[in-house]
């Protein structure tokens, strides 16, 4: 974790420098494409050796907002992350990249495309040479039911990096072979207005979890049949039925968190626990009927720790404004610890070791609050003027890298131990701290 890559918004509202930094002297190592280039989005490969940049801007003049300088033919490029050099430009056959993905290991890209017609395609590519193994059209480019978009976005990768999903319509998945890039299997969701919003592999390589509006659903990779199908529940009396708009798969395949609303209070969110192998119901972590009469039995948020035993919940009343957070058994979605004194929970970020929890602040807040994930203590607090958007831990969780609206960054280093925190003080403090210094380092509470 030394060097990052940084989007600088400073040149216009519609146009982006990418830096590399470096994180350990906080210097400005290079800017790729020099000063001629302006790039909209960004994707690092997660081995950290390659970047992929593409015009997002092409996709957005589609849609009415037509940026400011003429975008490339160029639509992607791919860098060397540690010197920032050009390795290879992906073909500039009019089409753009909207947005794409690595393998797990980082040899292969996939992305979806859209060309001058409007027309959207995906395709799959052998990273560092930029050569393209496969590509076909998307029928039709996603919509809208209940406020949940269906999405021609969705690809994914599976972990062992062997084969690629693609989502080709509303309702259908195609499954293909990386290497070869020949298609496996084709999954068709039936009915005619069920909005497909994401589709992952489940780790073991034996199946596909999807996501629609109407419901969760797994797939027999081998054979293409739908194993079980998970339902929101019940609806209102004499209105629509719930309807999805998310859901996590725990990383050890054996919980799903399914996240839905009523077409009546769709700002408002509730979810339910299934067990991922066989299809059951195991809890409701958050139910209607609860929502009413407390102000923290909406669910805002939910993800799981990576070793996929327990569920981190933030609860509130409207979407992505929580107050309160709990730490719940996945087994079971029993409480575990609660986290007290949170206001306005926006964003859950997990450490490396799922020891510490960044929480920030909603609405682009001031604040961001560290706590313990073993006893529900809070270890720091953060604060930045320009409002924290964004935060990430560093691979070694030794840092926070936070950036804001206006164009800044800041690194925060984090200390396993009180003790690790005075040591580092002494190091570069060689004398008596202040109280005002003792205050900042958080040595008077």
């Keep these: 974790g030394e060097s990052i890559v940084i989007e600088d918004y400073s040149h216009s509202i519609d146009t982006r420098d990418i830096y590399l930094w470096d994180t350990v002297t906080g210097q400005k190592t290079d ?57 290879a430009v992906l073909p500039a056959d009019n089409r753009a990249v909207v947005t794409a993905v690595f393998s797990p290991n980082g040899k292969y890209a996939g992305t979806i495309n859209c060309d001058l017609n409007k027309q959207y395609s995906y395709s799959l590519w052998e990273a560092e040479t930029s050569r393209e193994i496969c590509s076909a059209a998307i029928e039709e480019p996603g919509g809208k039911s209940n406020g949940v978009y269906s999405s021609p976005m969705t690809l994914n990768f599976s972990p062992d990096n062997k084969m690629v999903l693609f989502c080709t319509s509303n309702r259908r998945i195609e499954i293909r ?10 999954l068709e969701i039936p009915g005619d207005e069920k909005h497909l919003f994401d589709a992952v592999f489940l780790k073991d390589g034996s199946g596909v979890i999807t996501g629609s509006t109407d419901g969760i659903r797994r797939w027999d990779l081998k054979t293409g049949e739908q194993l079980y199908h998970l339902d929101p529940g019940p609806g209102e009396d004499g209105q629509k039925k719930p309807y999805f708009s998310s859901f996590n798969l725990s990383s ?13 209070q769709p700002a408002v969110h509730y979810g339910r626990l299934w ?15 609860n929502a009413t009469k407390t102000m923290n039995d909406a ?27 709990k730490i719940l058994n996945a087994n079971d979605g029993k409480k575990i610890l609660q986290f007290d004194a949170i206001d306005e929970v926006g964003k859950l970020i997990l450490s490396p070791d799922s020891k510490r929890l960044l929480i920030i602040a909603s609405n682009i807040g001031q604040n961001a609050s560290l706590w313990s994930t073993d006893t529900g203590q809070q270890l720091d607090q953060f604060f930045s003027q320009e409002g924290i958007l964004s935060a ?14 206006q164009g800044t ?24 701290l202040t109280a005002e210094e003792r205050d900042t380092f958080g040595l008077n509470t």
């Design 31 to 87: 800017l790729l494409g020099g000063d001629q280039t302006r790039y909209y989005q960004y994707l690092m490969s997660p081995d950290r050796r390659l970047i992929l940049t593409y015009n997002y801007g092409l996709w957005e003049k589609y849609l009415g907002n037509s940026p400011s300088k003429p975008v490339t033919n160029e639509s992607g490029r791919l860098w060397d992350a540690k010197t920032g050099k050009m390795l």
């Design 177 to 186: 072979r990386a290497e070869t890039g020949l298609v496996v299997t084709t």
């Design 252 to 264: 050890d395949d054996k919980r799903i968190v399914g996240i839905y609303a009523l077409p009546s």
């Design 275 to 289: 067990d991922a192998q066989t299809g059951q119901l195991i809890t409701d972590l958050a139910r209607p009927d």
């Design 299 to 325: 669910i805002t948020n939910a993800i799981f720790t990576p070793d996929g035993q327990k569920i981190i919940a933030s609860f509130g009343v409207m979407l992505q404004i929580g107050t309160v957070v």
């Design 392 to 405: 990430e831990f560093s691979q070694d969780g030794s840092r926070i890298c936070a950036g804001s609206t």
């Design 409 to 432: 960054l800041r690194i925060w280093r984090v200390f396993p131990t009180g003790q690790k925190l005075i040591d580092y003080a002494r190091c570069v403090v060689p004398r008596q």
